[in-house]
């Protein structure tokens, strides 16, 4: 279980294709504090260390999941965002995030918006009916707040902060992005179905 909230930007120094994809990711952790077999989200995506080094971390990334997400993309000298597993006593300061991608989005425009960026990306259609205004969606493994929605478009604001501290600073128009629709939003949906 994570937060949304990153603590890290890691870089990929490495990919190799075993069946399953593997791929080393070198990061600021303190890895001596982290097991093998624990989960980071990377990108958004919870994926478990079988693997480390001093600043390093290897992950193997099954066919399925890249199937589903943007790890495909992934290659030497690519920046994801980075957050370790929630521990018990931890602030909660986005919202509760799985780490399990439930499609892609597109980055469709952006635009500065005073010293933020509007960022517009569209939804897949399936999941589009749980982006509401106002509410929370994971994107690349960061919690954000939605503007607007508009049929499957939705769009973000990124303050300097989070373009700063995450990879969002290097987005561009046309960039498939990790989403995780809201939890709460899958639940509350799920009942109103069965109500109906």
Same mark, same amino acid.
């Given at each position: 279980?994570?937060?949304? $909230?990153?603590?890290? =930007?890691?870089? $990929?120094?490495?990919?190799?294709?075993? &069946?399953?994809? %593997?791929?080393?990711?070198?990061?600021?952790?303190?890895?001596? &504090?982290?097991?093998?077999?624990?989960?980071?989200?990377?990108?958004?995506?919870? @994926?478990?260390?079988?693997?480390? &080094?001093? !600043?390093?971390?290897?992950?193997? $990334?099954?066919?399925?999941?890249?199937?589903? *997400?943007? @790890?495909?993309?992934?290659?030497?000298?690519?920046?994801?965002? @980075?957050? %370790?597993?929630?521990?018990?006593? !931890?602030?909660?300061? &986005?919202?509760?995030?799985?780490?399990?991608?439930?499609?892609?989005? *597109?980055?469709?425009?952006?635009?500065?918006?005073?010293?933020?960026? %509007?960022?517009? @990306?569209?939804?897949?259609?399936?999941?589009?009916?749980?982006?509401?205004?106002?509410?929370?969606?994971?994107?690349?493994?960061?919690?954000?707040?939605?503007?607007?929605?508009?049929?499957? !478009?939705?769009?973000?604001?990124?303050?300097?902060?989070?373009?700063?501290?995450? *990879?969002?600073?290097?987005?561009?128009?046309? !960039?498939?992005?990790?989403?995780? =629709?809201?939890?709460?939003? %899958?639940?509350?949906?799920?009942?109103?179905?069965?109500?109906?």
């Amino acid at each position: 279980m994570f937060t949304g $909230i990153v603590t890290d =930007i890691g870089t $990929i120094q490495k990919t190799e294709d075993r &069946g399953d994809l %593997r791929a080393r990711i070198s990061c600021s952790y303190d890895m001596s &504090g982290i097991d093998l077999g624990a989960s980071i989200a990377s990108d958004g995506v919870c @994926l478990t260390v079988v693997a480390k &080094g001093d !600043d390093w971390y290897d992950v193997d $990334i099954s066919a399925e999941t890249v199937s589903k *997400t943007n @790890l495909d993309s992934w290659k030497a000298g690519k920046r994801v965002n @980075l957050e %370790r597993a929630l521990k018990l006593g !931890d602030e909660l300061g &986005g919202h509760i995030v799985s780490g399990h991608v439930d499609g892609l989005a *597109t980055i469709t425009q952006m635009q500065d918006d005073g010293d933020s960026t %509007r960022v517009t @990306l569209t939804a897949p259609k399936d999941l589009a009916k749980f982006i509401a205004q106002k509410g929370s969606v994971t994107l690349n493994g960061a919690s954000l707040t939605v503007n607007g929605v508009t049929g499957c !478009d939705f769009d973000i604001n990124f303050i300097p902060h989070t373009k700063n501290h995450t *990879t969002w600073g290097d987005a561009a128009v046309g !960039d498939r992005v990790n989403l995780e =629709i809201d939890t709460l939003a %899958r639940y509350v949906a799920r009942l109103a179905e069965m109500q109906g």
